[in-house]
């Protein structure tokens, strides 16, 4: 079964706007979830945190006030809202809990912003 499905991504002018969407599986019902990103040739980095038990959601210092973390339990989906996106936001979207398991990462979305 798979617990990760991600969408929503593609190509965007810079100053545009995204949402990205995570189908989530149930194992992952009691776990904070995440989005992270892999630009090209980097590595994988956290950018935002949505807390299970309430909070304010984190996020990284390159995304704060540009993205926002959203979720809803009922409908097994996390989403990312993606404003004002910048060339430096490219990268492969994955979503997965927070820390995530390994075992279960999606196939991720493409985002690609242009100049």
């Known amino acids: 079964q798979v617990q990760l499905v991600e969408s929503g991504g593609g190509l965007v002018q810079a100053g545009g706007s995204l949402r990205l969407s995570c189908e989530v599986g149930t194992i992952f019902y009691n776990r904070a979830m995440g989005w992270y990103r892999q630009p090209p040739g980097k590595p994988r980095d956290l950018v935002a945190t949505h807390l299970r038990g309430g909070g304010e959601p984190h996020y990284a210092d390159s995304v704060k006030g540009r993205f926002t973390i959203s979720r809803v339990i009922s409908e097994n989906m996390v989403y990312l809202q993606m404003n004002d996106l910048k060339p430096e936001d490219t990268a492969d979207y994955y979503c997965?809990?927070?820390?995530?398991?390994?075992?279960?990462w999606g196939q991720g979305t493409q985002v690609t912003v242009s100049s």
């Open positions: 997965n809990s927070v820390p995530p398991l390994d075992a279960y």
